[in-house]
């Protein structure tokens, strides 16, 4: 079955420092990836996806993801962090096969603290 | 973009009651819903696929009968959760799809919905 791990539950970082999020899947075929992010009485608002092409994609809020095949990871990255970046955010691997097609599963999560 | 909003909020009840949870999709028809239920400090865990008209797909281990999901229209979907127990206190997520089912079609999530059965 498929899974999505996130190792890291909590990050903290200083404003202005760069931040890296891992997330590594479990799959047995190409997977649709995905990270989002969960402020506090809002819904998951989508960042950025990976479908197919290029392994560095792009999204909003200044965040990318690169995908590697070889290590079954989408880690998303932000070269300066900004205080309002504190937030929850989710790697999700999307199932494209049989009565799973469309389907999303989630990573635990991983809470980011920004101090000032 | 597209905005999904549930109701209520946060909902508290007593135990063997019936709840009932809101989703709607405000700016655009959903074709598919999904709901999710995420318990503290854990992933989302998605209990139901929606698709307008038609009869909702279950999770295996999800308890149909316990959690009645309804389509009736292209923006509105709901989540019964019947004769409801404290096991059954989480947080409960919608979310909304246009599309068919590419995942070139985003799903838009709503703001979740807090049940706390006493």
């Known amino acids: 079955a498929q899974s999505v791990t996130q190792p890291d539950i909590h990050i903290t970082v200083s404003e202005g420092a760069s931040l890296e999020l891992r997330c590594n899947y479990s799959y047995g075929a190409t997977p649709y990836l995905f990270w989002y992010v969960q402020s506090p009485g809002q819904g998951l608002q989508l960042l950025l996806k990976?479908?197919?092409?290029?392994?560095l994609v792009q999204g909003i809020k200044g965040f990318e993801a690169e995908f590697k095949r070889s290590q079954s990871s989408f880690n998303l990255r932000k070269p300066s962090v900004h205080w309002s970046d504190a937030a929850e955010y989710f790697c999700?691997?999307?199932?494209?096969?049989?009565?799973?097609?469309?389907?999303?599963?989630f990573g635990q999560g991983t809470i980011l603290t920004v101090h000032p | 973009g597209a905005v999904v909003s549930q109701h209520p909020s946060r909902v508290i009840c007593k135990s063997g009651t019936s709840v009932k949870i809101e989703c709607r999709s405000l700016?655009?028809?959903?074709?598919?819903m999904f709901w999710y239920r995420q318990f503290p400090k854990q992933s989302l865990m998605l209990m139901a696929t929606s698709n307008e008209g038609s009869k909702a797909t279950y999770e295996q281990g999800v308890e149909k009968d316990k959690f009645l999901i309804n389509h009736a229209s292209l923006t509105l979907s709901t989540l019964t959760v019947t004769s409801a127990h404290p096991e059954d206190s989480s947080f409960y997520i919608c979310s909304a799809r246009a599309g068919g089912g590419s995942f070139q079609e985003t799903q838009y999530f709503g703001p979740g919905t807090r049940l706390l059965v006493l």
């Open positions: 999700a691997v999307g199932l494209a096969g049989g009565t799973s097609y469309g389907k999303l599963t």
């Open positions: 700016d655009f028809q959903a074709t598919t």
């Open positions: 990976y479908f197919s092409g290029d392994t």
